[in-house]
């Protein structure tokens, strides 16, 4: 049973940065696809970047693109995320998802089907202004 917990939330100034992990348990992160979600206060959870462990397939919600980095962390079996020149509207509280099903073996790793990842952690809050 994998087990997700992130860190790394804070508050920043826009333009800043931050770097969110991810560490799982109950797993090895050698076949998943791992992503990042995040929802604002009021607003629906969305997609912001997910990555096919172990494949390097990976792919981002256009509204973070070239500003985020989405990476996995091998030797500490984590899953990361780089967030830089961020702003006031990349606040919102972070998670981190893994589905273990045969899309990530197939590498159809994506922020759509939302509904499939079938673990999750509490989350950390990020905070822009």
């Known amino acids: 049973h994998v087990q997700l917990v992130e860190s790394g939330g804070g508050a920043v100034q826009a333009g800043g940065s931050l770097r969110l992990s991810c560490a799982a348990s109950g797993g090895t992160l050698s076949r998943y696809c791992m992503a990042w979600f995040r929802q604002a206060p009021g607003k629906e959870r969305e997609g912001v970047a997910v990555?096919?462990?172990?494949?390097?397939?990976?792919s981002y919600a256009d509204s973070v693109k070239g500003r985020f980095t989405i990476s996995q962390d091998n030797a500490k079996n984590a899953l990361n995320l780089e967030m830089n020149s961020l702003k006031p509207e990349d606040t919102a509280m972070y998670y981190c998802?893994?589905?273990?099903?045969?899309?990530?073996?197939?590498?159809?790793?994506?922020?759509?089907?939302?509904?499939?990842?079938?673990?999750w952690g509490q989350g950390t809050q990020v905070t822009v202004s």
């Open positions: 990555i096919q462990t172990g494949g390097g397939r990976l």
């Open positions: 998802a893994a589905d273990l099903s045969w899309r990530a073996l197939a590498g159809v790793c994506r922020l759509v089907d939302q509904p499939e990842y079938k673990y």
